[in-house]
């Protein structure tokens, strides 16, 4: 990313430890990133952004992934975590990344992975339980 002029802007208010299956969690952020970072090259956007956020709220735990990317299109928002469905094309895109980034936090380790479009781009929430006695 730093090699694309990218900038990543930590903001971490959070440092809970979580029990979570970790190389899963990363493969995530790895592909959340790449998502990122391929969106700012097919759109040539100028000083591109990402910032990642760490808070806790509650009983929540909220890894925050955020672009200025000018985000993902109304009439496709609902479907970017649907198996095979991508924007790319097919020599870079499977449509299986965010799918199953979907399932690695929501079957795996029982969060929730939420997106919506901002003023200038796009928000992924990772969202993990602190008490698994309580539900989300």
Known sequence: MQNNGIEIVKEYQAD??????????MQV????????E?????????DPK???STRSDGNRYIIS???NGKGIPEDILDKIFDP????????TGTGLGLYMSKIMI?????????????EDGVCFEIIFILDPS???
């Not at 809970?16 to 969690?25: A, I, P």
């Not at 929501?106 to 901002?118: C, M, Q, Y």
């Open 16 to 25: 809970t430890e979580l029990s979570l299956y970790q190389n899963e969690v």
């Open 29 to 36: 952020v790895l592909n959340l990133l790449k998502n990122s």
């Open 38 to 46: 391929d969106n700012f090259l097919a759109k040539n956007i100028s």
């Open 50 to 52: 990402v910032t990642i």
């Open 65 to 67: 992934i955020c672009d």
């Open 84 to 91: 095979y469905f991508s924007t790319k094309d097919e020599k």
């Open 106 to 118: 929501e079957d795996h380790h029982k969060g929730i992975l939420n997106v919506k479009n901002t």
């Open 134 to 136: 309580e539900s989300l």
